[in-house]
């Protein structure tokens, strides 16, 4: 394959170096957790999405499980409460929702930027309704005047989902009044899977957040619910961050800029040069930081073009084909049917967006054009 869809070894070669010696400085060290790698990190990531505090964990999943939880112990939120969230996201941000005995309440997503469609936000809000998680999908920021105006009218808590959006900004402030994303709400929940925009070699995550009492209580769940050594406050979990990886994303971190300037780039190459009326092209929105966590063509007749595709050397992902309302796991229990949800499933196909040059993507973007 002349343009493998994500080849992860060359995303990391361009760290290896580094990486190495980092690897060797930990593993002499002797100390593999709870150390100064994840310290820092967490300064660095606090910092570089203007938020105050930031707890290194295992994954994204668990990052947003524990805000969830947190919220339950400072008594902010309980169990049958309704937390909005856009139907078309992951189905880790709906288990994250579940496994708390949260109610998620599915909206559908705005078909230009695959976030939810904020003119549908407020006919999803009842009394029981106490948050809204933000997905700032496929790394186009989930926030604008109108959800600001809903959310703040409304007073519920706003949870980011910033999986694949870090480095992001919108062009509307937050509560806050910062618009990076991992800011903008209450708190936020990354994660460092290795395709993400940052990707550690392995699982990784963690949240920001400006409040004290909350990154607290996240980081005591995560450490078996305890504050201090053997005094267990809560019934926690173990969701702590190797330090060998908190050294890997400090690296990666530093170039967060570069990589979504490339990526940025890489998208306006396609914007540019993508012209077949069979293909309809992500909106690039104004003003808006987008980072392109994925480039999200959409083709009514998808499985005969990803042939072509893969035919022409060019490979190509589906994010997501199956919603999480119809997976086995929560069929009939999530609503719907999702009509904008379950178009955009069945036609989406993501091409290559990380570790390609403008000149592949000049040829990819031809590549497309041919197809009939
Ligand atoms: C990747 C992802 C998650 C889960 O992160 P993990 O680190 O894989 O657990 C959650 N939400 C979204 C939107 C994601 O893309």
Not at 65 to 76: D, P, Q, S, T, V
Not at 306 to 332: F, K, V, W
Request: aromatic share 8%; glycine share 6%.
């Amino acid at each position: 394959m002349k343009y493998p869809f994500l080849r992860l070894s060359e995303v990391n070669a361009i760290y290896a170096h580094e990486m190495k010696q980092a690897a060797c400085r930990i593993i002499d060290s002797g100390w593999y957790l709870n150390g100064e790698e994840n310290r820092l990190f967490e300064k660095e990531l606090a910092e570089s999405c203007e938020s105050q505090y930031a707890v290194a964990l295992s994954n994204g999943l668990d990052a947003l499980r524990l805000l969830f939880r947190a919220y339950i112990e400072m008594g902010k939120l309980k169990q049958g409460d309704e937390i909005i969230v856009q139907a078309n996201t992951y189905i880790a941000s709906i288990l994250a929702i579940t496994d708390n005995g949260l109610t998620p309440i599915l909206v559908e997503p705005d078909e230009d930027t695959f976030n939810i469609d904020s003119s549908k936000i407020e006919k999803a809000i009842t009394p029981a309704t106490k948050g809204i998680l933000i997905v700032h999908l496929y790394g186009t920021p989930c926030w604008n005047e109108n959800i600001k105006e809903v959310i703040t009218r409304h007073n519920l808590l706003v949870i980011e989902d910033n999986a694949q959006a870090i480095g992001a900004m919108a062009d509307t402030q937050g509560i806050n009044n910062s618009r990076m994303t991992g800011s903008i709400g209450h708190a936020a929940a990354f994660s460092f899977y290795p395709t993400k925009n940052i990707g550690a070699l392995g699982d990784a995550g963690a949240i920001t957040t400006s409040d004290h009492q909350l990154s607290q209580t996240v980081r005591a769940l995560a450490n078996y619910g305890s504050d201090k050594r053997y005094h267990n406050i809560y019934t926690g979990y173990n969701c702590r961050m190797d330090e060998l990886q908190a050294a890997f994303l400090r690296i990666k971190l530093r170039h967060i800029e570069e990589e979504n300037i490339h990526r940025r780039k890489i998208a306006n190459i396609y914007d540019q040069h993508i012209d077949n009326p069979l293909i309809k092209k992500p909106a690039i929105i104004d003003g808006t930081g987008q980072v392109w966590h994925q480039y999200i063509l959409r083709c009514d007749s998808r499985d005969r073009f990803r042939e072509y595709l893969e035919a022409n050397g060019i490979g190509s992902d589906i994010h997501y084909a199956t919603p999480p309302h119809l997976q086995p796991c929560y069929m009939g229990r999530l609503g719907g049917p999702y009509p904008v949800t379950e178009a955009l499933a069945n036609t989406v196909v993501s091409i290559p967006i990380a570790a390609i040059d403008e000149r592949d993507a000049c040829q990819i973007a031809t590549i497309i054009n041919g197809y009939k």
